[in-house]
């Protein structure tokens, strides 16, 4: 298995080239996402207004689009951002935040697929709403389980060329022929405003660090996916040992995503990947 | 005295039933009050597109409008989420942030007491404001004491058939007949933006959380506001004892929240409502 | 030197009058900013609508815009607040993040240039940019040095009448004629969104402060901006030796803040000030 013996080399990647990371997100993820990426070693960059945005995403190690507290106006900032991104061949990630649930932004989201993105994470009613199924979400709460969502993600990666990311207690990755399942973390995590948001803005960053390493036809999505959310998981559950509840979580996971290195990441981060 | 016994038992509900707090607020509070939500063990969303809040407020277990950031566009959003939950019987809050010291908020806020609030919570400055006298407000700060805001807030009340909850060092709430007030809390909590907001938030938890055990027509919205600020009151306390300053008051003030309980509540937050 | 003596006094000016500071700045920034604020014994007041930003820095201590998350509808704000701090009297800092490296600000902060300042603060590469150089800036980092853009501040200063503050390692202050270096702080600053966001809000602050307490014809703003930079590396260097990372950093700066006074500055802050 290739995926979690990369952990590491990434993690090292992101903290030497500080890949920028351009997140077009909701206004409550911001500036905890940006916190997440400078803890991580990346160098957040939060642009929205069409024009800036189109011109960021062209140049940005990695892009985020992330559909929370939705509005026509951030929508054309997504649409300008994603579709440089796809011209420019920067790595993307779509966060369908409540899309199911919520009308402008599942329409939104469906279009933006057509910008294809190289990862989609969601929850699990989240990905049944983008594939197309009902979703029965409720804001952003997840009513479905990871694998009552596993078949609509992988028909998902197929159709779009993605890899899709399913958040849960165990996460499941795929793109449509390898299957990852990532476990760590703690239930503070389920705690805490955005913290899906910054899971996605830090797949970003590894996203942006893999393909500067690989070469263009060959670098590997679902590998660096696979590894940001074993350095989440293993940075989650480190602060979880420490944290007072979810107040004191937040300090002690961003702490902890500073402290993270490479050599910790073999005996850590890549034990939560697969496990048998 | 009724309104200190249930709040253990809507604290209990609020944990069973993790009802969906529909937030229009504005963008200092929207991380803080998301973060106070669910650490207490409510699901909160931020919605504000127009037609999505409408959509949400109808669906959502209780609704907070709050005009700290005012724009013509967040308005739209506020006016769609207020007629959609008044029409649904979704409880609201509306948080008259500076109302009185700024002309745009002043006019939305004077309009939004149409769609019929629950609950109005604000400082003095900001009650005297919203029920026609001078404020005298400069900004988000209270010049005017609870005291100076009695007979304004029972006016409010009686002419709007709502509670009116006016903050200060002892919080006084009212639904025009009867008045209680509320002690506890700690003075670094002035320290910290958004405090009153997320006490908003907070507010609409227990509305929500009464609002399901009682049947539609008995149900109380002042006892409901009451044990809300009660327990409030209490983490304040908590959170003051330990605390640093205001930067570590706000970790601990979540973690506060989050350890409360039905048991602990009825000898702290109950000893703070009504004191001889 | 008459700066470093103040630093003290103008500290427990803004804990006398809490100066209102109007903040028109970031989505990033906002929160945080406020908080900072806070802690220091300033009063914050987010407000970016054009009517009611209009209002409000007529009457405010001092004006903070800051052109991140730059959008079309926000630039209406900044300048009709910058326009009425101009009209008032109002001191105001101008905050031009990431200036050079995206071109609608590029464009604003020109613009707002001629509504005279009375601060400018940012890193080398956006003061390179905003005095007409080729910024080379990529997003928010600062890839040119101080020294780099000395000259060009120094010229900034004396074209428009203003002070001009370049962060980094040891930060800049000129007005055109005399020079000040700060320094201090901790290298987890840079680790952390927003920071150099919230010092131009402290600032202002300062120039809140300077401008009360001195004749409207004999204030001082570069005064006030070294001390609000030596106040700001004080409290940096006291939180970074106690921070466990960039998560817990935060809330151990903004407990310093609050816990600084007018004594320990003279042995603390004023030494920052232009070390031999």
Redesign the interface.
């Known amino acids: 298995m290739t995926a979690p013996s990369r952990t590491g080399a990434l993690l090292d990647t992101v903290r030497e080239r500080t890949p ?1 990371v ?1 997140c077009v997100t ?7 996402s ?2 997440a990426l ?2 991580l070693g990346a ?7 069409p ?2 945005a189109a ?2 995403a062209a ?1 940005a190690g990695a892009l985020v689009v992330n559909t ?6 951030r929508a054309e900032g997504m649409h300008a951002a994603a579709r440089a991104a796809h011209d420019a061949g920067t790595p993307w990630l779509l966060d369908p935040v ?1 899309v199911g ?5 599942t329409h939104v989201a469906g279009e933006l697929l057509a910008h294809g993105p190289t990862v989609v994470r969601g929850n699990a009613s989240e990905i049944l709403a983008l594939a197309g199924e009902v979703g029965g979400g ?4 997840a009513t479905a389980t990871v694998d009552d969502a596993a078949d609509a993600a992988d028909e998902l990666a197929r159709r779009h060329g993605t890899v899709v990311a399913v958040s849960g207690v165990v996460d499941r990755l795929t793109d449509g022929r390898t299957v990852h399942h990532v476990g760590g973390g703690h239930p503070l995590m ?5 913290m899906g948001c910054a899971l996605g803005a830090l797949t970003a960053a590894f996203l942006a660090a893999a393909r500067t390493t690989d070469s263009a036809r060959e670098w590997d999505p679902l590998t660096a996916a696979v590894a940001a959310h074993a350095a989440v998981g293993v940075c989650g559950a480190a602060a979880g040992r420490t ?6 979580f ?10 993270l290195d490479g050599a910790d990441d073999a005996g850590g981060a890549d034990a939560l990947v697969d496990p048998a």
């Open positions: 920028l351009h909701n206004l409550v993820a911001t500036t905890f940006a916190n400078l803890a160098s957040p960059a939060m642009v929205e207004d024009e800036e011109e960021l140049v929370g507290t939705m509005s026509r106006a409540a649930a919520l009308s402008l932004r409720r804001g952003v709460d389920g705690r805490v405003t955005a944290a007072g509840g979810p107040g004191s937040v300090p002690a996971w961003l702490d902890a995503l500073a402290a």
